[in-house]
């Protein structure tokens, strides 16, 4: 079920993403953010392929807010989750840093989770207590540093709900360099492969988060929130913090740097 979910997650990219990569007409959603006809084009291919694999309904990034909590509340016998283009805004501008996302969740924990950067060719995937891959390697590719001072931090500074936090972020930060690509499920993904040591997000959605938490977790990552819960718990599953670290050690000293600095 995992090879025909990437697959089908690799022909949705060819056949609909990649062609309109660097010729695509911008449009705006009533937030504000950008989406365009690429990714609709991939949410509807999504809504065709992905019943032939488990027929339950999906719920895309691109519908309106009304119907996703609908999805979510009526998902009991299992729901899709697709991020047809994530990075929309490195999409429209070429910069080569954006990917696809499908993730199946059952009873509010992800099963299967697949993310795919169609310019670098490199697909990953997981299915829960089966371990985490990129293109056939197992996750992670390397070892994080044992020192948080030498690591490398995924850091979405305006998303953080804390000046504080920010602020502290920005001039007394406790790792040794900041990276802000623009794409949430990468990031997950560069976690769970050890490009990314730590990663704090002040606020992901339903699909930045549902495949890539479970390729982390797979991967033997450690998370948490901003709050303290446990990560798959709660109420906000449209909006969740997010406080990560590939390595426990690691782990354990940038969470209470966090939630000291907070």
Request: glycine share 8%.
């Amino acid at each position: 079920m995992l090879d025909r979910l990437q697959e089908i997650v690799r022909e949705v990219a060819q056949a609909e993403v990649m062609p309109r990569f660097l010729d695509v007409e911008i449009s705006r959603k009533s937030d504000g953010s950008l989406f365009t006809e690429a990714d609709l084009a991939s949410q509807v291919a999504f809504a065709e392929k992905l019943p032939g694999l488990i027929d339950c309904p999906m719920l895309g990034e691109e519908m309106k807010p009304q119907r996703q909590q609908e999805l979510w509340q009526h998902s009991r016998r299992g729901l899709w989750v697709v991020d047809p283009i994530d990075g929309t805004n490195n999409f429209v501008n070429g910069l080569p840093h954006f990917s696809l996302s499908v993730a199946y969740v059952e009873s509010g924990k992800t099963r299967l989770g697949v993310i795919f950067n169609p310019v670098s060719n490199e697909c990953f995937y997981a299915e829960r207590g089966r371990g985490a891959f990129m293109n056939g390697r197992t996750l992670p590719l390397r070892k994080a540093p044992k020192q948080l001072h030498e690591a490398i931090a995924g850091v979405e500074i305006k998303y953080l709900r804390s000046g504080k936090l920010s602020s502290r972020i920005n001039t007394l930060a406790p790792f040794g360099s900041l990276r802000s690509l623009g794409c949430s499920t990468l990031d997950w993904c560069y976690l769970a492969a050890g490009r990314y040591d730590v990663y704090v997000h002040g606020g992901q959605k339903l699909w930045d988060y549902a495949a890539g938490a479970l390729i982390f977790e797979e991967a033997g990552g450690k998370l948490a929130t901003l709050e303290g819960d446990e990560f798959w718990s709660g109420e906000h599953v449209f909006k969740r913090s997010v406080v990560a670290a590939l390595q426990p050690e690691l782990f354990e000293r940038w969470l209470n740097w966090i939630r000291e600095n907070q």
